[in-house]
């Protein structure tokens, strides 16, 4: 079980009393540290599933006041441990066990966290377009030279699963600058790895029949079903506080080589054979935006305010509606004959 070192900064007299609000979680220990400005630094260890609520009753209670800062930070120990199952009546081994259930059923880090990570991860930094641009040219070259190991190995450089889990994520907590991030990264990777693959394709041509290529210049429903598993997989990873590198090369797998085929097709004066490839490239990034979507519904992962909270439920509705419409029109096109 992860936990989390919550850290609040507040006036002397107020840290005295914060433990009290505290008193119906399990708290793995908790104590103050005097500081210079005459403030207090109360500091608390707890399970990580429980990190969310603590932060929104600290900042309903102390988010007004000049001086409250809260800080969250993984613990990878603590000691002592727990009591041992053996010391425990069977009456308490099995309420134990119906706790723990619950909480691996619901346990995903706390909202402040996921913002924080999804914000990082749209950032176009140097490093960030850097690797979009070497992936894309990896990828067409393992393309072209009908490489399948090559073209796995520019998927898992790829940074392609931060942007498209932060779109849904900014939707379910109706954030607007999050959202905005999120769209300028998605869309500056389209135009990078477009852009290079078509300079490719142009320099070196492209065959149409070679098979990696030829694979995806046609959408079946099993690519859709790829591309939703891989968005629900991605979300799933990103809320549950683990490693989504391995992840996200499911979700390079559902938008990278798409896109790169298409760039090389249209580079080498193929236009009527690439519409397919971007067209199976628009179905799996509806279905990765559609999955990460539900996937955050089902963590329940909402605004604190209730203003935002009601504002988040439009969005929600009026995006879900938009990518369920979209991805059923492109499944029934591929459908008719």
Request: glycine share 6%; charged share 15%; with cysteine.
């Amino acid at each position: 079980m992860p936990f989390r070192l919550i850290q609040l900064i507040v006036s002397e007299d107020i840290g005295l009393h914060v433990h009290e609000y505290l008193r119906d979680y399990e708290l793995q220990g908790h104590w103050n540290q005097p500081l210079n400005d005459g403030n207090v630094m109360v500091s608390i260890i707890i399970e990580a599933c429980y990190s969310e609520d603590v932060m929104d009753l600290l900042e309903r209670n102390y988010g007004s006041l000049e001086e409250f800062i809260v800080t969250v930070m993984p613990v990878e120990a603590v000691l002592p441990r727990r009591e041992s199952e053996k010391m425990l009546s069977d009456a308490a081994k099995r309420k134990q066990w119906w706790i723990e259930m619950k909480k691996a059923a619901s346990e995903r880090v706390s909202r402040e966290e996921l913002y924080a990570d999804a914000m990082d991860s749209t950032r176009l930094t140097g490093a960030h377009v850097s690797l979009i641009s070497l992936s894309a040219i990896v990828c067409a070259i393992g393309l072209l030279h009908n490489n399948l190991a090559v073209i796995i190995g520019a998927m898992m450089i790829a940074p392609l699963l931060g942007p498209n889990i932060a779109f849904p994520l900014a939707t379910t907590l109706a954030d607007r600058a999050l959202a905005w991030n999120a769209a300028k990264s998605i869309l500056a990777a389209i135009g990078i790895i477009l852009s290079l693959s078509l300079a490719i394709g142009a320099l070196f041509g492209a065959d149409p029949t070679i098979h990696e290529i030829h694979y995806r210049t046609r959408t079946q429903t099993s690519d859709t079903a790829l591309a939703l598993a891989s968005g629900m997989a991605g979300a799933l990873a990103f809320t549950s506080g683990f490693a989504a590198s391995l992840v996200g090369v499911m979700v390079a797998v559902a938008l990278l080589p798409p896109l790169a085929t298409a760039g090389l097709l249209i580079g080498s004066g193929h236009v009527a054979v690439a519409f397919g490839s971007l067209l199976l490239f628009a179905t799996n990034l509806i279905s990765v935006q559609l999955a990460g979507l539900t996937a955050f519904l089902i963590q329940k992962i909402r605004p604190a305010q209730e203003l935002e909270l009601r504002k988040a439920w439009l969005y929600v509705l009026l995006t879900g509606m938009l990518w369920a419409i979209l991805l059923l029109a492109l499944q029934l096109f591929v459908w008719s004959p």
